[in-house]
């Protein structure tokens, strides 16, 4: 099984139904999408196993999956890429794959490349044969990691991988109970890659916005009558600090799905009040290691647990020898075909063992086996005698009702070696003396923070990520902290 025979199958049974829309902008149906692809793989001058980058933005999504399926369809390579990413970064990413060529937006100017650059419509060709294609174990993707904490690697996937768990018959499609799910994730990231393949094998069509705005967003929900939702916690957080939620009808979603990052409790409960009719779920995973994942439906009783493995997956902690409770490293496996690490063999040892992947959290699980987050691994604060979680430090800033983003992390500190700062986006004006007698009362003394920043924005990557390296920087400003 590859992408390309799902899109055939899906094509010869849907040809007018669209699949993707990006509301305002443009359209695809499943007919379209296959014959376009099918035209772009026999115009592509790339040989199969070439690298292929794809730079596109968020009202491109149309044309990329055009796009993408067609690179998947001649046997080649397709590295998905952001408009968000700054040009030095787009420059190292393709030369960094190796890419032959780059297929990009019409709108948007290529980075520098020793290969060929078009547009897909320059590609879509209805001469020739179309390419044999590639069998189910040939690499498909590269997909770059977010790079929050240092250069971003890329992560392999084969066609196998890509496809495990799809494929069902249209009586078993996911989310039946939608005529679209609705998302805002980016091009380039694992969150918006689930939402293309999602396009492509559930029973909704794909809704999306060229800019996620809260009010735009809540206004889609509205009119379009969404049923199936997915954000991930800074968009969600928006949207309620914004009053979108008060002012539309939000009544149709009956699934709201939160990615790329833990779900704070209290945003959580928050969500559940917002969307009053909605399951709230929370999907863990990674990069490397989809489709493996646990899920979380949220339990008031269990707020703070990010579940328990789905879809054939397996989770661990360190050996897996470790009792309830006992804090390790966390291990992710699925069926499928495991990713790697490409060119980086050291790395890909390191993470990559007997189909299992190190996810770089730290956590434990409970009685029932449902997982629960300590933190990253290079998150955690070392102070003093103590390791602090900046997950409870942000989940106690996020139980504050002014408080709409929270981020903790680590600075040097001349007595305790490194000390526990947070950076806090509010709705109002609210005081550090405010603030620090909040914590108060829901932290150890060790764990209140002995900086805190008030920002109007946060740093954030192209996944909607806090980059908190860059938050370090700023705790030198008088003004802004105490």
């Not at 679209?180 to 393949?197: D, R, S, V």
Request: charged share 20%.
């Amino acid at each position: 099984m590859t992408l390309a025979n799902l899109l055939r199958t899906r094509a010869a049974e849907d040809p007018g139904r669209v699949a993707i829309e990006v509301a305002g902008v443009d359209s695809l149906t499943f007919g379209a999408w296959e014959r376009r692809a099918a035209a772009l793989a026999r115009g592509l001058p790339a040989k199969p196993g070439e690298r292929v980058a794809l730079l596109f933005g968020s009202r491109d999504w149309a044309d990329y999956a055009v796009a993408y399926a067609g690179v998947l369809m001649a046997g080649a390579v397709a590295v998905p890429l952001s408009d968000r990413l700054a040009a030095p970064e787009l420059e190292f990413l393709v030369r960094d794959c190796g890419a032959a060529g780059i297929v990009h937006a019409a709108r948007l100017r290529p980075p520098a490349c020793d290969g060929w650059t078009a547009v897909p419509q320059e590609l879509e060709t209805a001469d020739g044969d179309l390419p044999a294609g590639p069998r189910p174990r040939d690499l498909a993707q590269i997909l770059y990691t977010s790079g929050t904490t240092g250069r971003p690697k890329g992560v392999g996937a084969t066609h196998a991988n890509l496809v495990f768990g799809r494929g069902a018959p249209p009586a078993r499609r996911m989310f039946r109970h939608s005529k679209h799910f609705l998302h805002a994730f980016p091009i380039g990231t694992q969150a918006g890659q689930t939402m293309l393949l999602n396009a492509l094998d559930t029973a909704p069509a794909m809704l999306t916005l060229p800019a996620f705005t809260p009010s735009r967003f809540a206004r889609l929900i509205e009119s379009h009558g969404v049923g199936t939702v997915f954000v991930v916690p800074t968009m969600a957080n928006e949207l309620l600090a914004s009053g979108a939620a008060d002012r539309h009808d939000l009544s149709s979603v009956v699934l709201l799905g939160s990615a790329a990052a833990a779900l704070p409790p209290a945003l959580a409960l928050r969500l559940t009040k917002a969307f009053p009719k909605a399951t709230v779920t929370n999907y863990y995973t990674s990069t490397e290691a989809a489709p493996a994942q646990t899920v979380m439906i949220f339990d008031p009783d269990r707020p703070a647990a990010l579940g328990r493995p789905a879809f054939g997956s397996g989770l661990r902690i360190g050996d897996g020898t470790l009792p309830p409770g006992e804090p390790g490293e966390v291990w992710l496996r699925s069926g499928a075909a495991p990713r790697s690490y490409v060119g980086d063999g050291a790395a890909t040892a390191a993470v990559f063992q007997d189909g299992w992947v190190r996810m770089g959290d730290l956590g434990y699980l409970d009685e029932e086996g449902y997982l629960y987050l300590v933190d990253r691994e290079s998150d955690v604060v070392k102070s003093g005698a103590f390791k602090v979680s900046t997950i409870m430090v942000e989940a106690a800033l996020y139980e504050h009702p002014d408080v709409v983003e929270a981020a903790a992390f680590g600075v040097p500190d001349p007595v305790l070696g490194t000390a526990v700062a947070a950076a806090v986006v509010a709705r109002v004006p609210v005081t550090l003396a405010e603030l620090r007698a909040f914590l108060a009362e829901r932290l150890a003394r060790h764990e209140l923070p002995a900086h805190i920043l008030l920002r109007d924005t946060l740093p954030k990557n192209q996944s909607g990520k806090v980059i908190k390296r860059e938050l370090r920087d700023l705790i030198a400003k008088p003004r802004e902290s105490e």
